[in-house]
């Protein structure tokens, strides 16, 4: 038997393909004395890694997925245990065919090599499969199959050739002690080894792993099915595991895989069935393995009709038969995407959880470059398991999207299409009245937010000769040219926008200056009442955020950032609070509520409400005051994200109610209309050229390329600043650029609204690649109305980056004529900032 | 020829069977359902038999009304009719009561059966009675172990073929006969697509036959103590050699 090391400097618990990367990676990163347990045996303990389907598909939607998969790819085949096969996605529809090509934008924004093809060529690449029922096929020569035990295996010899693992198998982790938030002891079934960094790569059972410690990781194990089918002559005559491009069956959300001399049917199609990490049998008491259920066969008949369409021929081949069907174990999240990096709850427990086979190594490689260095060269904005709120995190919340996310997986998921279970979380003060005002509600972090009002209608008629509508019903899915009403009534008169989801944190205390100092790019240390933009850096001088800080005080201040990313800007700042005490932290999120009150007439409107001194001399823009509306007391700040004279008005959150009616009612003869964040979001922010965490900013561009870079560099030392004087030094590689479209018009005369993540390509068609290996892609697409434009964000190195170069953009299979409006951060709309500062 | 087979929907273990916390049943929460070895062959001897011979193969269970699932999967297999007797004893005397009456029923509407066969025990309580119980109460001829099966002349008998230490029994049995057949006797299929998609939609007869209780109840289901596999380790790399050597002179080989 072997025996554990008493101490360790990090112990991974799971030795599936996340757990057993991680460990080589950190033993590649010069960690020594790390332990790897798992309470299976080895080299398959029964996690998901033993039963996956094993092939990769590197193209999806999200960059940084696609990123991670491509990284592990190189990974698998240095590990010599990937053969590449091709794969299709096939599409039986029109509706598909469209999200096909949509794919083949992707495909081409991140650099993949895929093709579309007819149904003739799918035919001559898979000639068992009746072509005669598909419309176009996405083709990427890429697509292999990998073997991740044996690629584990690999893993744990080499971290183990440099003396830095142990591995430990068949050993049970029964409980994870903590001090002071921090963890400090791992207790197992063979003794108990002390640790301060400990890694969950448990896979369905991390979240009962992580409340050992007092850490939620919010996933839930779900139950995907396949079968095996054989023995099919045409397949075993290949005398190889994989000799057929993979197909996916898109329609149907399936997919059939050749697996020596059978067809392997996978679906994604059949009810979510749900289990609880809790209630997965051990080891011993599983029929296959913990993690490969007993098949329920009513909930998979469908799906062989549906392959029985696709593959007729083999699958009707006389003596092939059913040989094995599993309802096989995965992990499935609020949102889909994995769960990566420190928890917000205990410092030292890192998650790798809700990791496919297709992102287990890359995930290990900025895993560890995440604990070495406190940053990765990925941006795993959408990734980190820290961009859950509280209420997200719950079990409900969970279960609940799980339930509904189950079929998206091979689905047509709209980029904005919402969710509609367990909805409601989050309600501002003001909720009734928007509910009132017919309000389309959509969700960030729980949060309801007005997306466009009902009751702006009228507005279509009074602004028709300036709105158009979208004529393609996908360019027209989740938005209404209200919004562009609503826009160009707040430009001419005075909108009220419900922003009560900002996150916001008071920092206070004799640290606070010299803390704000080291976490934020621009100079904090300015007078009492100054509202301060700024952004906010990671250690590689790439984007961790950007937000607007407030001094309250000498030794006060508030932080007032985006309601999408709260939750990680919070675990950030609080990550590098001082440990002497100096600085006291509180997330006021839930005691104040936010209008934006944006317009020409919003002085007017703000007056009839407050006797304090709303002018331009007594509140200049960007400062902030306290001053009381109706009774109510606010504080008030004079910026805007939508570039219009007016206020953000935060006030105590019982009182908002107040608030909103007091407004409402003195903007009546103003004319005031509630807008949405339709129009903060997208429309007001691009005619402003406002850049937007997530999308225009991530760890992956610096300020300098972002046009976000100060005049001066203030003497203090902050994070990043030693790449951010690099890149100023250094000037960009790319430059975020405002383009316009030439012409919307496709092939069939529809005009057409492309949308963001669509390449942007040269007017040869060839892709824009900077000397860093970026694509250029669009950042964020949406109406400018005011200016009677369509805008597009994106970053082009030069030569691109000129004002008045023509390009082209890609959009569901069309190339569109743009134009660089803009290189750099000069607005479009009131370059001066004129209206902002009356 | 009409065969029927009669099946049991028993549970399909892992590598420890666990026990509910009564005692008195398996713990069957995380685990499928099957029906054993010896009765997957029956199914397919069946289906073999009638693909030579020509006719109809029934399946008949006595089970919980989830037992449609193992009918279906002997459908699924080529079995061309199904019947549930529900039916919840444990009890061999029992099932086997219900299972006649099911089967007097059943060749009252349609005429005999030529040929009943059985899985040799069933694979959860092995009482190896139900098979035989039955063949008496129907006053037929019943061999178990039975490991092939001859149909030369239809209309009158049978050979049965039985493995023992020396060689093979052959029983020769007046039609009709029944026999409880082992694991062994022929390789099962798997079920093809369309066989499963055939048996999802065949309609299947559900019986309720009044019967007494039988003779045996459970009292406590017990674990065995679990054996224990000692492993030495004779040594690492070369140095391990000369125990090798050892070893295998003691135990012969070499």
Redesign the interface.
């Given at each position: 038997m072997n025996t554990l090391p008493g101490s360790a400097d990090v112990v991974v618990i799971g030795a599936g393909i996340a757990g057993n990367s991680v460990a080589h990676h950190l033993a590649q990163a010069g960690w020594r004395n790390i332990v790897l347990l798992d309470k299976g045996p080895l080299p398959d303990p029964g996690g998901s890694t033993g039963h996956a389907s094993n092939f990769i598909f590197p193209v999806d939607h999200s960059k940084e997925i696609t990123a991670i998969t491509v990284d592990s790819m190189h990974q698998y085949e240095k590990l010599g245990t990937m053969t590449t096969s091709g794969g299709i996605e096939i599409a039986r529809s029109e509706a598909r065919a469209e999200e096909l090509k949509r794919r083949m934008a992707s495909a081409t924004a991140w650099g993949i090599h895929s093709e579309l093809i007819s149904p003739a060529k799918v035919a001559e690449l898979v000639p068992f499969l009746d072509s005669s029922i598909v419309k176009l096929g996405f083709w990427t020569p890429s697509v292999a199959v990998v073997d991740p035990l044996q690629s584990g295996a690999l893993m744990r010899e080499q971290a183990q050739a440099l003396g830095a693992l142990t591995v430990s198998a068949n050993t049970e982790v029964t409980g994870i002690d903590t001090q002071r938030g921090r963890v400090s002891k791992v207790r197992t079934d063979r003794g108990d080894i002390d640790t301060d960094t400990v890694v969950v790569a448990c896979g369905v059972w991390s979240p009962r792993i992580a409340q050992m410690a007092g850490a939620r990781i919010p996933l839930v194990p779900v139950v995907h099915q396949l079968i095996d089918?054989g023995p099919i002559p045409e397949l075993e005559q290949t005398h190889s595991e994989i000799g057929y491009p993979i197909v996916r069956d898109m329609d149907p959300l399936m997919y059939e895989r050749q697996s020596g001399a059978d067809l392997e049917i996978g679906s994604y199609a059949h009810r979510a069935i749900m289990h609880e990490p809790d209630?997965?049998?051990?080891?011993?008491?599983?029929?296959?393995s913990p993690t490969q259920?007993?098949?329920t066969?009513?909930d998979f008949?469908p799906q062989?009709?549906d392959?029985?369409e696709l593959f007729p021929q083999i699958?009707?081949t006389p003596?092939?038969?059913?040989?094995h069907s599993i309802n096989g174990l995965l992990s499935l999240t609020p949102d889909g995407g994995p769960l990566l990096g420190e928890t917000p709850e205990v410092k030292g427990l890192w998650s790798a959880a809700s990791v496919w086979i297709k992102e287990g190594p890359g995930v290990g490689r900025l895993l560890a470059e995440w604990m070495t260095h406190g940053s990765t060269e990925i941006d795993l904005h959408s990734a980190d398991i820290a961009r859950f709120y509280p209420n997200q995190r719950t079990t409900t919340h969970v279960r609940a999207r799980a339930d509904e996310g189950f079929n998206k997986i091979y689905g047509i998921v709209h980029p904005n299409e919402q969710w509609e279970s367990n909805r409601g979380q989050r309600l501002s003060p003001f909720h009734p009245r928007e509910v009132e005002l017919g309000a389309t509600f959509f969700e960030v972090g729980g949060w309801e937010r007005p997306h466009w009002y009902e009751s702006n209608r009228p507005l279509l008629e009074e602004y028709a000769d300036r709105i158009s509508d979208r004529p393609h019903e996908w360019d027209a899915r989740w938005w209404s040219p209200i919004i562009n009403a609503e826009h160009l009534a707040m430009r001419e008169r005075v909108a009220m926008i419900d922003l009560t989801a900002f996150a916001q944190f008071d920092v206070s205390g004799p640290g606070a200056v010299d803390y704000l100092q080291r976490m934020a790019l621009a100079q904090v240390d300015k007078d009492v009442g100054k509202a301060i933009y700024t952004p906010i850096l990671d250690y590689y001088g790439g984007f961790r955020s950007d937000l607007t800080i407030i001094r309250l005080g000498t030794d006060s201040f508030r932080i007032i950032t985006g309601g999408a990313d709260g939750a990680r800007d919070k675990k950030w700042f609080t990550d590098h609070l001082p440990e002497d005490g100096s600085v006291a932290f509180a997330d006021v999120t839930s005691a104040v509520c936010t209008i934006g009150l944006w317009g020409p007439r919003a002085r007017d409107v703000l007056s009839a409400v407050t006797e304090d001194d709303v002018s331009s001399q007594a509140f200049p823009f960007g400062t902030a005051q306290h001053i009381t509306v109706d009774g109510v007391p606010t504080l008030a700040l004079k910026i805007s994200y939508v570039g219009d004279l007016g206020w953000e008005l935060h006030a105590p959150f019982e009182q908002g109610l107040r608030l909103w009616d007091a407004l409402f009612e003195a903007g009546r003869e103003h004319g005031v209309v509630p807008a949405g964040i339709g129009v903060y979001g997208t429309t007001g922010r691009l005619e402003k050229g406002y850049r937007l965490m997530g999308a225009e900013l991530e760890l992956e561009y610096n300020p300098v390329e972002a046009g976000l870079a100060l005049p001066k560099v203030k003497s203090p030392d902050f994070i990043g600043k030693e790449p951010y004087l690099k890149a100023r030094e250094h000037g960009p590689e790319a430059t975020l650029c405002t383009l316009t479209m030439d012409d919307h018009t496709d092939s069939t005369g529809v005009r057409r609204y492309p949308q963001a993540h669509s390449p942007i390509l040269t007017t040869t068609g060839d892709r824009i690649v900077d000397s860093k290996g970026r694509g250029a892609y669009v950042t964020s697409a949406g109406s400018a109305p005011t200016l009677g434009e369509y805008l597009l964000m994106g970053y082009l190195p030069a030569p691109y980056a000129t004002e008045g170069t023509g390009l082209l953009v890609e959009y569901m299979g069309e190339r569109y004529p743009v134009t660089v409006a803009r290189a750099g951060r000069t607005p479009l709309f009131d370059p001066d900032d004129e209206r902002m500062k009356a | 020829m009409r065969v029927l087979v009669c099946i049991k929907r028993v549970p399909a273990p892992g590598g420890k069977v666990l026990i509910t916390e009564d005692g008195t049943d398996i713990d069957t929460r995380h685990l499928g359902f099957t029906i054993g070895p010896h009765e997957e062959c029956a199914v397919e001897e069946a289906v073999q038999l009638v693909a030579e011979h020509g006719g109809h193969v029934t399946v008949l269970t006595a089970g919980p009304p989830e037992a449609e699932e193992q009918l279906r999967y002997a459908l699924s297999m080529g079995a061309n009719a199904g019947v549930l007797v529900e039916h919840g004893a444990h009890d061999p005397q029992a099932t086997a009561t219900a299972l006649t009456e099911t089967i007097r029923t059943l060749e009252s509407e349609d005429g005999n059966f030529d040929l009943i066969l059985f899985g040799n025990e069933s694979a959860d309580v092995g009482n190896y009675q139900v098979g035989i119980r039955v063949a008496c109460a129907l006053e037929r001829p019943v061999v178990g172990g039975i490991k092939g099966i001859d149909v030369a002349d239809e209309s009158t008998h049978v050979l049965l073929h039985r493995e023992n230490a020396d060689g093979v029994e052959v029983y020769q049995a007046p039609l009709p006969a029944v026999a409880a057949v082992k694991e062994g006797l022929n390789l099962p299929r798997y079920p093809s697509i369309q066989g499963r998609l055939r048996a999802k939609k065949a309609p299947l007869r559900t019986v309720q036959p009044k019967t007494a209780p039988g003779g045996l109840r459970t009292v406590q289901l017990r674990q065995p103590p679990e054996k224990q596999h000692e492993t030495v380790v004779l040594g690492y790399g070369a140095d391990a050699a000369d125990s090798v050597v050892d070893l295998l002179t003691e135990k012969g080989v070499v």
């Amino acid at each position: 038997m072997n025996t554990l090391p008493g101490s360790a400097d990090v112990v991974v618990i799971g030795a599936g393909i996340a757990g057993n990367s991680v460990a080589h990676h950190l033993a590649q990163a010069g960690w020594r004395n790390i332990v790897l347990l798992d309470k299976g045996p080895l080299p398959d303990p029964g996690g998901s890694t033993g039963h996956a389907s094993n092939f990769i598909f590197p193209v999806d939607h999200s960059k940084e997925i696609t990123a991670i998969t491509v990284d592990s790819m190189h990974q698998y085949e240095k590990l010599g245990t990937m053969t590449t096969s091709g794969g299709i996605e096939i599409a039986r529809s029109e509706a598909r065919a469209e999200e096909l090509k949509r794919r083949m934008a992707s495909a081409t924004a991140w650099g993949i090599h895929s093709e579309l093809i007819s149904p003739a060529k799918v035919a001559e690449l898979v000639p068992f499969l009746d072509s005669s029922i598909v419309k176009l096929g996405f083709w990427t020569p890429s697509v292999a199959v990998v073997d991740p035990l044996q690629s584990g295996a690999l893993m744990r010899e080499q971290a183990q050739a440099l003396g830095a693992l142990t591995v430990s198998a068949n050993t049970e982790v029964t409980g994870i002690d903590t001090q002071r938030g921090r963890v400090s002891k791992v207790r197992t079934d063979r003794g108990d080894i002390d640790t301060d960094t400990v890694v969950v790569a448990c896979g369905v059972w991390s979240p009962r792993i992580a409340q050992m410690a007092g850490a939620r990781i919010p996933l839930v194990p779900v139950v995907h099915q396949l079968i095996d089918v054989g023995p099919i002559p045409e397949l075993e005559q290949t005398h190889s595991e994989i000799g057929y491009p993979i197909v996916r069956d898109m329609d149907p959300l399936m997919y059939e895989r050749q697996s020596g001399a059978d067809l392997e049917i996978g679906s994604y199609a059949h009810r979510a069935i749900m289990h609880e990490p809790d209630d997965i049998p051990s080891y011993e008491a599983a029929q296959l393995s913990p993690t490969q259920l007993p098949f329920t066969q009513e909930d998979f008949d469908p799906q062989m009709e549906d392959a029985l369409e696709l593959f007729p021929q083999i699958l009707n081949t006389p003596g092939a038969g059913i040989r094995h069907s599993i309802n096989g174990l995965l992990s499935l999240t609020p949102d889909g995407g994995p769960l990566l990096g420190e928890t917000p709850e205990v410092k030292g427990l890192w998650s790798a959880a809700s990791v496919w086979i297709k992102e287990g190594p890359g995930v290990g490689r900025l895993l560890a470059e995440w604990m070495t260095h406190g940053s990765t060269e990925i941006d795993l904005h959408s990734a980190d398991i820290a961009r859950f709120y509280p209420n997200q995190r719950t079990t409900t919340h969970v279960r609940a999207r799980a339930d509904e996310g189950f079929n998206k997986i091979y689905g047509i998921v709209h980029p904005n299409e919402q969710w509609e279970s367990n909805r409601g979380q989050r309600l501002s003060p003001f909720h009734p009245r928007e509910v009132e005002l017919g309000a389309t509600f959509f969700e960030v972090g729980g949060w309801e937010r007005p997306h466009w009002y009902e009751s702006n209608r009228p507005l279509l008629e009074e602004y028709a000769d300036r709105i158009s509508d979208r004529p393609h019903e996908w360019d027209a899915r989740w938005w209404s040219p209200i919004i562009n009403a609503e826009h160009l009534a707040m430009r001419e008169r005075v909108a009220m926008i419900d922003l009560t989801a900002f996150a916001q944190f008071d920092v206070s205390g004799p640290g606070a200056v010299d803390y704000l100092q080291r976490m934020a790019l621009a100079q904090v240390d300015k007078d009492v009442g100054k509202a301060i933009y700024t952004p906010i850096l990671d250690y590689y001088g790439g984007f961790r955020s950007d937000l607007t800080i407030i001094r309250l005080g000498t030794d006060s201040f508030r932080i007032i950032t985006g309601g999408a990313d709260g939750a990680r800007d919070k675990k950030w700042f609080t990550d590098h609070l001082p440990e002497d005490g100096s600085v006291a932290f509180a997330d006021v999120t839930s005691a104040v509520c936010t209008i934006g009150l944006w317009g020409p007439r919003a002085r007017d409107v703000l007056s009839a409400v407050t006797e304090d001194d709303v002018s331009s001399q007594a509140f200049p823009f960007g400062t902030a005051q306290h001053i009381t509306v109706d009774g109510v007391p606010t504080l008030a700040l004079k910026i805007s994200y939508v570039g219009d004279l007016g206020w953000e008005l935060h006030a105590p959150f019982e009182q908002g109610l107040r608030l909103w009616d007091a407004l409402f009612e003195a903007g009546r003869e103003h004319g005031v209309v509630p807008a949405g964040i339709g129009v903060y979001g997208t429309t007001g922010r691009l005619e402003k050229g406002y850049r937007l965490m997530g999308a225009e900013l991530e760890l992956e561009y610096n300020p300098v390329e972002a046009g976000l870079a100060l005049p001066k560099v203030k003497s203090p030392d902050f994070i990043g600043k030693e790449p951010y004087l690099k890149a100023r030094e250094h000037g960009p590689e790319a430059t975020l650029c405002t383009l316009t479209m030439d012409d919307h018009t496709d092939s069939t005369g529809v005009r057409r609204y492309p949308q963001a993540h669509s390449p942007i390509l040269t007017t040869t068609g060839d892709r824009i690649v900077d000397s860093k290996g970026r694509g250029a892609y669009v950042t964020s697409a949406g109406s400018a109305p005011t200016l009677g434009e369509y805008l597009l964000m994106g970053y082009l190195p030069a030569p691109y980056a000129t004002e008045g170069t023509g390009l082209l953009v890609e959009y569901m299979g069309e190339r569109y004529p743009v134009t660089v409006a803009r290189a750099g951060r000069t607005p479009l709309f009131d370059p001066d900032d004129e209206r902002m500062k009356a | 020829m009409r065969v029927l087979v009669c099946i049991k929907r028993v549970p399909a273990p892992g590598g420890k069977v666990l026990i509910t916390e009564d005692g008195t049943d398996i713990d069957t929460r995380h685990l499928g359902f099957t029906i054993g070895p010896h009765e997957e062959c029956a199914v397919e001897e069946a289906v073999q038999l009638v693909a030579e011979h020509g006719g109809h193969v029934t399946v008949l269970t006595a089970g919980p009304p989830e037992a449609e699932e193992q009918l279906r999967y002997a459908l699924s297999m080529g079995a061309n009719a199904g019947v549930l007797v529900e039916h919840g004893a444990h009890d061999p005397q029992a099932t086997a009561t219900a299972l006649t009456e099911t089967i007097r029923t059943l060749e009252s509407e349609d005429g005999n059966f030529d040929l009943i066969l059985f899985g040799n025990e069933s694979a959860d309580v092995g009482n190896y009675q139900v098979g035989i119980r039955v063949a008496c109460a129907l006053e037929r001829p019943v061999v178990g172990g039975i490991k092939g099966i001859d149909v030369a002349d239809e209309s009158t008998h049978v050979l049965l073929h039985r493995e023992n230490a020396d060689g093979v029994e052959v029983y020769q049995a007046p039609l009709p006969a029944v026999a409880a057949v082992k694991e062994g006797l022929n390789l099962p299929r798997y079920p093809s697509i369309q066989g499963r998609l055939r048996a999802k939609k065949a309609p299947l007869r559900t019986v309720q036959p009044k019967t007494a209780p039988g003779g045996l109840r459970t009292v406590q289901l017990r674990q065995p103590p679990e054996k224990q596999h000692e492993t030495v380790v004779l040594g690492y790399g070369a140095d391990a050699a000369d125990s090798v050597v050892d070893l295998l002179t003691e135990k012969g080989v070499v």
